[in-house]
C-alpha cells in the first residue's frame, strides 16, 4: 500500500543591504494656506537640488517628489472650543540610496531643519539579488521538504520518497494565504554620537513550500 505524506519545508538566507529608501516631506502648517504652500516648495527646492547632487555622486539611484497635499483643519483649546483654520502644506519625496555613509550625513543634516519630516528607512537588496537569492532559498525549501518526508518514511520502514505535488504554503488544501509569498525582513538601528549613523540589520529572505510525496 502506497504511503502518502504531506509537510512543509523551510529555508531563508540573511544578506547584507544593499539599498535604502528613505521617506521624508517639507511640511509647513500655519494660518495663511498660501504661505503654507509656497513654504513647503521653498524647503522642497533645496532639498531636491541635494538630492540631485547625490545622483551625481551615485550615492542615490532614483529619488521623487510627487505627492503633494495641503489640507485645513480646526484645532480644540484646551476648554473644548475649535480655533481658528489652520492650513497645511506638505510635499512628499522618497530617495533611494546605495551609498549608507551618505545616507546618514543627509538623513542627519535634514532632519535638523525646520519644516522636514524624515519618515523612515526601508533597507532591502537590489532587485536582481533578490531574484537570484529568492531561487535560491526556494530550492533550498523544496530540500527541506523532501528530506522532511523521507524522514517520515524511513521511521515508519517503506522506501525513497517521491514528489507528487509542490505548492507555496496553504495552497494543496485552500486559497493561498499571505505566507506563500517570500518574505523580506529588515529593521535599521539608530546611530550613537554627534551624528547620526544608520546600520542596517541584514536582510532575511525565507521561504516556505507545502508538498506530498509518496512512498512505496
Known amino acids: 500500500m502506497t504511503l502518502d505524506i504531506t509537510v512543509r519545508g523551510s529555508a531563508e538566507q540573511h544578506h547584507p543591504a544593499e539599498r535604502a529608501t528613505v521617506a521624508l516631506a517639507a511640511a509647513i502648517e500655519g494660518p495663511d494656506r498660501a504661505v503654507a504652500f509656497s513654504s513647503a ?65 543627509f538623513v542627519d543634516h535634514w532632519s535638523s531643519v525646520d519644516g522636514v ?61 499571505p505566507s506563500a509569498v517570500p518574505m523580506l525582513k529588515a529593521a535599521f538601528a539608530d546611530g550613537h554620537g554627534p551624528e547620526l549613523d544608520l546600520t542596517p540589520q541584514e536582510i532575511v529572505i525565507r521561504v516556505e513550500v507545502d508538498a506530498r510525496f509518496q512512498a512505496d
Open 117 to 177: 519630516e524624515i519618515g523612515g528607512v526601508e533597507w532591502d537588496v537590489s532587485a536582481k539579488s533578490r531574484r537570484v537569492h529568492e531561487a535560491e532559498v526556494r530550492k533550498a525549501a523544496v530540500d527541506d521538504a523532501v528530506a522532511k518526508a523521507q524522514t517520515y518514511a524511513n521511521a515508519v520502514r517503506r522506501g525513497k520518497v517521491v514528489a507528487t505535488q509542490i505548492a507555496d504554503p496553504g495552497m494543496l488544501v485552500g486559497p493561498g494565504d
Open 41 to 105: 516648495v521653498a524647503i522642497q527646492d533645496p532639498l531636491s537640488a541635494h538630492l540631485k547632487e547625490l545622483v551625481d555622486l551615485h550615492a542615490v539611484t532614483t529619488w521623487s517628489s510627487d505627492q503633494v497635499r495641503v489640507f485645513s483643519h480646526r484645532p480644540w483649546d484646551g476648554e473644548g472650543r475649535r480655533g481658528e483654520a489652520v492650513h497645511v502644506a506638505r510635499v512628499q519625496l522618497r530617495a533611494e540610496f546605495t551609498d549608507f555613509e551618505r545616507l546618514s550625513s
